[in-house]
């Protein structure tokens, strides 16, 4: 498994492609709507990939759960 500064780094790449495909998206919307549409969509796969690192993430760095003591 990757260590969490690499997470973080794929995140941020992650995040810079996103929003560079969302910006195309935009600008592609009067003069091409389907290329438009393509990287909507690629946008919208990115968002999907990023909310799950994000979630791993948090999920990763919970403390674990200790066992409770035996009673003696």
């Known amino acids: 498994m990757k260590t969490s500064s690499e997470l973080k780094s794929?995140?941020?790449k992650l995040l810079l492609k996103y929003?560079?495909?969302?910006?195309?998206?935009?600008?592609?919307?009067q003069t091409d709507s389907a290329l438009s549409d393509i990287s909507e969509y690629k946008a919208i796969k990115l968002l999907n990939k990023l909310n799950r690192l994000k979630?791993?993430?948090?999920?990763?760095?919970w403390p674990q759960a200790?066992?409770?003591a035996p009673l003696n």
């Not at 910006?23 to 919307?29: F, G, M, S, T, V």
């Not at 979630?55 to 760095?61: P, Q, S």
């Open 10 to 12: 794929y995140q941020q």
């Open 19 to 29: 929003k560079e495909l969302v910006e195309q998206a935009y600008n592609l919307r």
């Open 55 to 61: 979630y791993l993430n948090r999920e990763r760095e």
């Open 66 to 68: 200790t066992p409770p």
